[in-house]
């Protein structure tokens, strides 16, 4: 089974004609609330392509956090590690989108950065009867690094999805099974700028002499670049027609978790996770365009 430790938020969106300057007040069109979050979203991929999931994250005492609380177990995830804080209010983001589909947002992570240490502790059974760890960069990183540690420690395959980027640790890179930027992410972190296989080769490396052991750059359209011991190379992604690419590096995630935690090799995985980010982008949304494993059985 798969742990997601990581962020929950609700995404609240008004559509617009265009976006208010300060100290405007416009109408705007349509409101639309859906969950979000990278936590949740990478944990309701990995469970709805195959993956059996438990969530630990941080809720306020409020609405949005008893939400998420129903939505997530209706994806069929454990929210046993879906704690309450009572100081902080739930994660939320408000997002303005205007004619152009250009969009503004702000993110207000309350409730989700004070998932502590202590809390992971409190939970920590779950990542012992896990086999895979997921994590990105919406908690604090001293609970990040806690869990990576634990879970090496104990030879648990952790998989960091360094979003949003910031730098980190060389005790948590040691740590890593597999971290999986994308060329942003990659840029930020190496101070390489991936153009080419030669170009993510150095990158990769990079990431090696600080101790992780497999590489995975995703590269949109192109798929993802995979570097490990065995295999160092392009993994391309089915070619489709693109028609909103949020919850694609999301989803390449929890389908990654999901097909390693069901016993596939690297190649497979990263294989079934192309294919599976692939078709997302195909659909309007986040967590609303994260396929099954039925519908991706089906063509597009
Ligand atoms: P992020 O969404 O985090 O910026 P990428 O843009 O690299 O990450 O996309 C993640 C994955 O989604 C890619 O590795 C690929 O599998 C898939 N993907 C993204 N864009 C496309 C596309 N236009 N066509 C096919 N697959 C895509």
Not at 24 to 37: A, H, K, Q, S, V
Not at 233 to 256: E, Q
Request: aromatic share 4%.
């Amino acid at each position: 089974s798969i742990l997601v430790a990581g962020s929950s938020n609700t995404d609240m969106v008004i559509m617009a004609d265009h976006f208010p300057s300060p100290g405007e007040t416009i109408l705007g069109g349509r409101f639309l609330m859906n969950p979000g979050g990278k936590g949740a979203n990478q944990a309701v991929a990995a469970a709805r392509l195959g993956g059996n999931v438990a969530f630990l994250s941080k809720i306020g005492k409020d609405v949005f956090g008893e939400e998420t609380m129903a939505h997530l177990k209706t994806e069929g995830i454990d929210v046993s590690g879906v704690a309450v804080d009572d100081q902080q209010p739930s994660g939320v983001a408000q997002i303005i989108v205007d004619k152009n589909a250009e969009n503004c947002i702000v993110v207000a992570p309350g409730a989700n950065m004070t998932l502590s240490p202590k809390d992971a502790d409190t939970h920590i059974q779950l990542l012992e009867n896990a086999e895979v760890l997921l994590m990105q960069l919406e908690i604090p990183i001293e609970t990040i690094v806690y869990l990576a540690e634990k879970a090496h420690e104990w030879r648990k395959k952790t998989i960091l999805n360094p979003a949003p980027a910031q730098k980190l640790p060389d005790e948590l890179y040691a740590c890593l099974y597999a971290i999986t930027p994308n060329e942003t992410e990659t840029a930020f972190l190496t101070g390489i700028k991936v153009t080419d296989e030669i170009t993510a080769g150095q990158a990769a490396d990079f990431f090696h002499k600080k101790g992780v052991k497999t590489v995975i750059i995703t590269l949109g359209a192109a798929g993802a670049y995979v570097s490990s011991v065995d295999f160092k190379g392009i993994l391309s992604a089915p070619a489709v027609s693109a028609l909103d690419t949020t919850a694609a590096g999301d989803t390449f995630n929890g389908a990654l978790a999901a097909a390693l935690s069901n016993g596939k090799d690297l190649e497979s995985a990263v294989a079934f996770a192309n294919k599976a980010a692939a078709r997302a982008v195909t659909k309007m949304g986040a967590q609303s365009s994260i396929p099954t494993l039925e519908e991706l059985s089906k063509p597009v």
